[in-house]
């Protein structure tokens, strides 16, 4: 099996922004919020173009000091996002997103960068900062479709505990969904850039399923903390 993965060219990486540019156009055609899409996949672009070149650094260093401070970012970042369509009572419910992120996706690090994989050591960067990536983003995805039903649903009068049970069936949907869908529709993201470089299909599946027990983990424990504060912060604005 060739071990090695195609190198793509920044002139044949143009060739993917095709697609793009027709998904603008048809926004604009429809005088749908155009800007803001193309205003996100400018900062997609910028981004993954500026962390290629950090993580190089990072993947080099051997300090957990280092990683520490980037996994923080990363959790202050992924909080503050998870709530962007959310504007009452939004520094509270920083305070939760954050608690919660930091909860659900961060006990579902450890078990899996401690228990499964071993790390040695245990910051290992090539390891420590992608999986702390995908579960991170992840449980920022599921609080915020949770915390958009939830407070949907109350303006709607709908009682607390039953806007919370709707709140975290509509946050679990895309990753059941997924899980519904992987191997039988797709053939996801580690598993595929792992079988293009190479490893054994097998062994990949294996990295597959983890990733998957991963984020759902994440992704629920997250969710429920997440939803399980916001009960207390209803109770006070129903006080006021």
């Given at each position: 099996?060739?071990?090695?993965?195609?190198?793509?060219?920044?002139?044949?990486?143009?060739i993917a922004f095709i697609p793009?540019?027709?998904?603008?156009?048809?926004?604009?055609?429809?005088?749908?919020?155009?800007?803001?899409?193309?205003?996100?996949?400018?900062?997609?672009?910028?981004?993954?173009?500026?962390?290629?070149?950090?993580?190089?650094?990072?993947?080099e260093s051997d300090n957990a000091?280092?990683?520490?401070?980037?996994?923080?970012?990363?959790?202050?970042?992924?909080?503050?996002?998870?709530?962007?369509?959310?504007?009452?009572?939004?520094?509270?419910?920083?305070?939760?997103?954050?608690?919660?992120?930091?909860?659900?996706?961060?006990?579902?690090?450890?078990?899996?960068?401690?228990?499964?994989?071993?790390?040695?050591?245990?910051?290992?960067?090539?390891?420590?900062?992608?999986?702390?990536?995908?579960?991170?983003?992840?449980?920022?995805?599921?609080?915020?479709?949770?915390?958009?039903?939830?407070?949907?649903?109350?303006?709607?009068?709908?009682?607390?505990?039953?806007?919370?049970?709707?709140?975290?069936?509509?946050?679990?949907?895309?990753?059941?969904?997924?899980?519904?869908?992987?191997?039988?529709?797709?053939?996801?993201?580690?598993?595929?850039?792992?079988?293009?470089?190479?490893?054994?299909?097998?062994?990949?599946?294996?990295?597959?399923?983890?990733?998957?027990?991963?984020?759902?983990?994440?992704?629920?424990?997250?969710?429920?903390?997440?939803?399980?504060?916001?009960q207390g912060v209803q109770a006070?604005?129903?006080?006021?």
């Amino acid at each position: 099996m060739n071990n090695t993965i195609q190198t793509i060219s920044l002139l044949h990486l143009t060739i993917a922004f095709i697609p793009v540019a027709v998904i603008l156009a048809i926004l604009f055609k429809w005088s749908l919020n155009t800007g803001s899409a193309f205003y996100a996949v400018s900062r997609m672009l910028g981004q993954l173009l500026l962390v290629g070149y950090f993580l190089t650094s990072i993947f080099e260093s051997d300090n957990a000091l280092i990683i520490m401070i980037i996994l923080t970012v990363m959790l202050l970042s992924s909080s503050w996002i998870a709530l962007r369509m959310v504007k009452a009572q939004r520094r509270i419910l920083f305070r939760n997103a954050f608690f919660s992120i930091a909860l659900g996706g961060g006990s579902v690090l450890f078990i899996i960068t401690q228990w499964v994989l071993n790390l040695d050591p245990w910051y290992f960067p090539r390891y420590m900062v992608p999986l702390a990536g995908m579960i991170f983003s992840n449980s920022m995805n599921s609080i915020s479709l949770a915390a958009e039903r939830l407070y949907a649903e109350l303006e709607r009068d709908v009682p607390f505990l039953e806007a919370r049970k709707i709140a975290l069936q509509a946050a679990l949907i895309p990753i059941v969904n997924s899980l519904f869908a992987v191997g039988l529709v797709s053939i996801p993201g580690m598993m595929t850039g792992q079988i293009l470089s190479g490893v054994s299909p097998l062994i990949a599946a294996r990295y597959q399923i983890m990733v998957m027990c991963m984020i759902f983990g994440a992704a629920g424990i997250s969710a429920a903390c997440f939803l399980w504060l916001a009960q207390g912060v209803q109770a006070v604005k129903s006080r006021d």
